[in-house]
């Protein structure tokens, strides 16, 4: 059963093959940090955004500005139609920041297989490897990258949370090639070849828990002020994702805690 498998798997382990699917990184000794003290004494703040789109027919969007200062940075996130349940729960979403490689969302060309979906090694060569987990609460760090348990879940969730970004994480998204990207797309979208698969990651998971399901790369942001915020760490999207916030313990968000007049985001419609 797909639930059970995806749960099964140890953490620590599925993060770091997640890692090692794309090219070799080069770290600092800070790489991959959690909560905690700043990389960096610099005081110079940024902010970037991007806008995240649909990869393997997966229908979710979403948008997302990250505003810091140094290191210390705050990841506010929406995203919308995304998978939703599998069983009798939400259907979990890993997402990180990658880095490193070319900073691009892979195309119809990433395919090499001819499956018709796009995997984590497909894509690693574009987006690059994980360089931090936006995961609900603790760590976030590449060992969490899929730690299923602290990551968003459902069809639509906001999330927000204060962590610090690595230095070579910062530097690759200062230099255009940071990419946000979602994963796990609902298996009825793929062809009956890539829904029968299971992931290259660790044959003990179906292919869609771990597919690319959005991307987008960061840019610089035009936003003249940081959006208002609550709480420093959740998500919310109804039921589902109450539950998963729950359960991760950070609480659920409601959109307009986030301060939607504030908020950079775009209106979007997802395709059905």
Request: net charge negative.
């Amino acid at each position: 059963m797909f639930k059970s498998k995806l749960f099964a798997v140890p953490t620590l382990a599925l993060g770091a093959m997640l890692l090692g699917a794309g090219p070799a990184m080069a770290h600092s000794e800070h790489g991959g940090a959690t909560d905690g003290a700043a990389t960096s004494t610099s005081s110079e703040s940024w902010s970037f955004q991007a806008n995240l789109d649909p990869l393997n027919n997966s229908g979710t969007v979403g948008d997302v500005l990250i505003e810091g200062q140094g290191n210390q940075a705050t990841v506010y996130m929406t995203v919308d139609g995304a998978a939703e349940t599998f069983m009798d729960g939400p259907f979990p979403h890993a997402q990180h920041i990658h880095f490193g490689a070319q900073g691009t969302c892979p195309g119809p060309e990433a395919d090499v297989d001819g499956d018709g979906a796009i995997n984590v090694e497909e894509g690693a060569p574009f987006y690059g490897g994980i360089g931090t987990s936006l995961t609900t609460e603790g760590d976030t760090s590449p060992d969490s990258g899929l730690a299923v348990e602290r990551f968003p879940g459902g069809s639509s969730y906001t999330y927000e949370r204060s962590l610090e970004i690595p230095d070579d994480v910062l530097a690759s998204i200062v230099d255009g090639t940071g990419v946000v990207v979602v994963h796990g797309v609902d298996p009825a979208v793929l062809t009956e070849e890539a829904a029968n698969k299971q992931s290259e990651l660790d044959e003990s998971l179906p292919n869609a828990a771990t597919l690319p399901a959005a991307c987008g790369t960061l840019t610089a942001s035009q936003m003249d002020g940081m959006p208002e915020g609550g709480a420093d760490t959740g998500v919310s999207g109804g039921s589902q994702g109450a539950s998963v916030a729950m359960a991760a313990g950070g609480g659920a968000l409601a959109l307009g805690a986030i301060g939607a007049g504030a908020f950079f985001m775009r209106q979007r419609t997802v395709e059905s």
